[in-house]
């Protein structure tokens, strides 16, 4: 019967996942000749909204304040002439919208706009369980370590490729007591997670 409970969660969530992942992102933006206005649809309150440039320097950041419908006006011919993106971070993923400033006119680049799904890690006593959606089949290294007096201690490693839906069940019993750091890798990004 737990095991049925189990079952039901895994599917009800990844359900919830490929709900989110059939959604455009849903924005507008209208570029004018000195200012551009950023609608986002469907945000939620302490999602954060940046600005960076190629390097990943942040330009600007805002969190998210209501829940909704949320728009801004931004003047981009200000930057410098380069490559730059808008992301919003949310709970389960990161949505990015490229453009670039060339000599005070900004391009948004439509075609390479991408969402980042994010791993999704739940503990239940011993057990750690790890879900990603991954619809590029793009991989995850997975890296788990112990957080001890001495410093981290790398435990396990894994790299998962070729799959859209990822799920590992990591089991802790008759390791360490304490915590531990889980650092997933993934399209150029890192995520870390916690546990106690």
């Known amino acids: 019967m737990k095991n049925t409970k189990k079952g039901i969660l895994m599917v009800t969530m990844f359900a919830t996942l490929l709900s989110f992942a059939n959604e455009a992102t849903l924005f507008n933006i209208k570029n004018d000749a000195e200012r551009t206005a950023l609608t986002l649809y469907n945000v939620k309150q302490g999602n954060l909204l940046s600005v960076k440039d190629i390097n990943g320097v942040i330009l600007f950041k805002e969190y998210i304040q209501e829940s909704g419908t949320y ?76 957080e001890g007096l001495n410093g981290s201690e790398l435990m396990f490693t894994e790299t998962i490729e070729n799959t859209k839906i990822i799920e590992r069940i990591y089991r802790l019993d008759g390791l360490n007591t304490g915590s531990y750091k889980i650092v997933f890798y993934t399209e150029g990004r890192e995520f870390i997670k916690t546990i106690n």
Not at 99 to 118: A, G, P, R
Not at 128 to 143: D, F, G, Q, R, T
């Open 71 to 146: 728009t801004k006006g931004f003047d981009l011919t200000a930057l410098p002439n380069g490559a730059y993106i808008f992301e919003l971070d949310k709970d389960l993923e990161i949505n990015t919208i490229p453009f670039t400033v060339k000599s005070n006119i900004v391009l948004f680049e439509k075609e390479n706009e991408k969402t980042i799904f994010k791993p999704m890690v739940r503990v239940e006593g011993d057990k750690v369980y790890v879900s990603k959606l991954a619809l590029n089949e793009e991989p995850l290294e997975i890296k788990i370590y112990f």
